[in-house]
């Protein structure tokens, strides 16, 4: 609600505004996303899920591409390259707990946390770009 009614994250406003209002609450936004989707995961391992029949592995990486598609549309839509951040970095401290667990499934996992990882840091780049050309397009030149 905070990201709509601020309307965050827009790149017409001041670098002041983006760096003390928006780039904190857009850094908030994606954490609550991620531990949203994490504390949906303790509960249901918590509650002792059978998953429907479905492996672990299975559902972690369901968890892992939820977090990965819910953070490209903001990043996208809401024109938010911060919020993708945040996903990066959990994929990344994922991958790091994967690679000491030597789960079954770890492989996979970290396989696709990098993936992710990727693609996440290629649409923050590429709304990076994008909002820095709607940016300029609303300075006046000079002339």
């Not at 504390?39 to 892992?64: D, K, P, Y």
């Not at 993708?84 to 959990?90: E, R, S």
């Not at 499934?105 to 946390?113: G, H, K, Q, R, V």
């Not at 993936?115 to 397009?137: P, S």
């Amino acid at each position: 609600l905070i990201h709509l009614k601020l309307r965050i994250f827009s790149p017409a406003r001041s670098f002041s505004s983006r760096l003390f209002t928006q780039f904190p609450l857009s850094i908030y936004l994606g954490w609550i996303c991620i531990a949203t989707v994490a504390n949906i995961s303790a509960t249901l391992v918590g509650l002792q899920w059978t998953g429907w029949g479905f492996s672990e592995g299975f559902w972690a990486l369901l968890m892992l591409l939820v977090a990965t598609a819910l953070t490209a549309f903001l990043v996208l839509h809401r024109r938010n390259p911060y919020i993708g951040l945040v996903t990066v970095w959990a994929l990344y401290g994922i991958n790091l707990k994967h690679q000491e667990l030597n789960h079954p499934s770890s492989p996979n996992i970290i396989t696709f946390a990098w993936v992710g990882m990727g693609f996440l840091i290629v649409l923050v780049l590429l709304q990076v770009y994008r909002n820095y050309l709607q940016q300029r397009r609303q300075i006046p030149s000079p002339d």
